[in-house]
Antibody, heavy 118, light 111 residues
Framework: QVQLQESGPGLVKPSETLSLTCTVSGGSISSYYWSWIRQPAGKGLEWIGRIYTSGSTNYNPSLKSRVTMSVDTSKNQFSLKLSSVTAADTAVYYC????????????WGQGTLVTVSS | QSVLTQPPSASGTPGQRVTISCSGS????????VNWYQQLPGTAPKLLIY???QRPSGVPDRFSGSKSGTSASLAISGLQSEDEADYYC????????????FGGGTKLTVL
């Protein structure tokens, strides 16, 4: 059974860079797209982007200038960096696996709350 | 303002059939498949329907999906109390180098 686990600081200061890592267990990270999604408290889901194990990426146009994703196949991990954060970036951040032609997200991490505050 | 439009709320009584709509455009639903997610309170979303109308293993056949043109629907028959959750539609959007768009979510209440 594939499992995903997000990790990283729960508190980030305004204007700094948010950094999260997703560790994949129970399966290989290779040959899949992997995504980040976030959800502000009480609000809906927002797709941040996806990365293939080759390093190819697609980002949300509204976040593209601030987002960088990377993958480390040797560690079965992929990562998210979001720069110049503000309070509006406070949210639960999820990582998920992308599968099939439909691009559906079939395995999700439990999510990690990141608060942007000084 | 979400790219895909869903009603903010829906409700039904146990045993009823409810439907949740998801409206998009030619660049997303009109040219790509739709996926649906269920999010129970305090938990991560779960894939409910993929490729418009396919159920992952373990999802009851009470849940079904359909798509026509630039709109999609999720139907839940034989409504149960444990179906009370938020439901989100999503699709790939071909504009701006491609990206995923979500609906704003529909909160389903079982009365």
């Amino acid at each position: 059974q594939v499992q995903l686990q997000e990790s990283g600081p729960g508190l980030v200061k305004p204007s700094e860079t948010l950094s999260l890592t997703c560790t994949v267990s129970g399966g290989s990270i290779s040959s899949y797209y992997w995504s980040w999604i976030r959800q502000p408290a009480g609000k809906g889901l927002e797709w941040i982007g996806r990365i293939y194990t080759s390093g190819s990426t697609n980002y949300n146009p509204s976040l593209k200038s601030r987002v960088t994703m990377s993958v480390d196949t040797s560690k079965n991990q992929f990562s998210l960096k979001l720069s110049s954060v503000t309070a509006a970036d406070t949210a639960v951040y999820y990582c998920a696996r992308v599968t099939g032609y439909s691009g559906s997200l079939d395995y999700w991490g439990q999510g990690t709350l990141v608060t942007v505050s000084s | 303002q979400s790219v895909l439009t869903q009603p903010p709320s829906a409700s039904g009584t146990p045993g009823q059939r409810v439907t949740i709509s998801c409206s998009g455009s030619s660049s997303n639903i009109g040219s790509n498949t739709v996926n649906w997610y269920q999010q129970l309170p305090g938990t991560a979303p779960k894939l409910l329907i993929y490729s418009n109308n396919q159920r992952p293993s373990g999802v009851p056949d009470r849940f079904s999906g359909s798509k026509s043109g630039t709109s999609a629907s999720l139907a839940i028959s034989g409504l149960q109390s444990e179906d009370e959750a938020d439901y989100y539609c999503a699709a790939w959007d071909d504009s701006l180098n491609g990206h995923v768009v979500f609906g704003g979510g529909t909160k389903l209440t079982v009365l």
